[in-house]
């Protein structure tokens, strides 16, 4: 079965709208640091995720209406501050930001024995790091946030749901 969520992929695209970097140095080495940002972010994005599903949406970001859109980035720009300390630019910050979530929950979906779409096979995994890879290799922040997603499952207490 392959799973299709396209959540990852519309913050990724949120992402580009903001602002796109050529060149940003990550400031967010620590990857534990690094996964608790992101699962901080996870939570603002999640709750719109849920919400979304309220008024007609489909539980996915893309059915948000600009204004929630706007108020999820305007919460993520308030969250940087914390963990994005180098960089004033909130739209940088909002960038990086979602790429890095958009890189972790992609590689944690993929690695999970299962998620709320149903089992991954092995076939499954294949596919979805092919296209983690391929992104991996042309975004440095979208792989960091890769490079975290084991953390981050071992932060959220699914350290043992890795296929």
Do not use: H
Not at 133 to 152: C, F, K, N
């Amino acid at each position: 079965m392959i799973i299709l969520d396209p959540n990852m992929d519309t913050a990724y695209l949120w992402a580009s709208e903001l602002f796109w970097p050529t060149m940003i140095p990550l400031y967010i080495k620590d990857i534990n640091r690094r996964a608790e940002f992101i699962n901080e972010i996870n939570f603002v994005l999640g709750d719109a995720i849920k919400e979304s599903t309220g008024d007609g949406g489909k539980g996915v970001l893309i059915s948000l209406n600009e204004a929630q859109k706007q108020q999820c980035i305007n919460s993520i720009i308030e969250i940087s501050k914390e963990y994005i300390e180098d960089i004033a630019n909130e739209k940088i910050r909002a960038n990086i930001s979602l790429r890095l979530w958009s890189g972790c929950i992609k590689a944690a979906k993929s690695i999970a024995s299962e998620t709320l779409a149903g089992p991954n096979s092995i076939t499954s995994r294949q596919i979805a790091f092919f296209w983690i890879d391929l992104w991996s290799s042309l975004d440095p922040i979208y792989r960091s946030g890769v490079e975290a997603a084991p953390v981050w499952k071992a932060l959220v207490g699914q350290k043992e749901d890795i296929f």
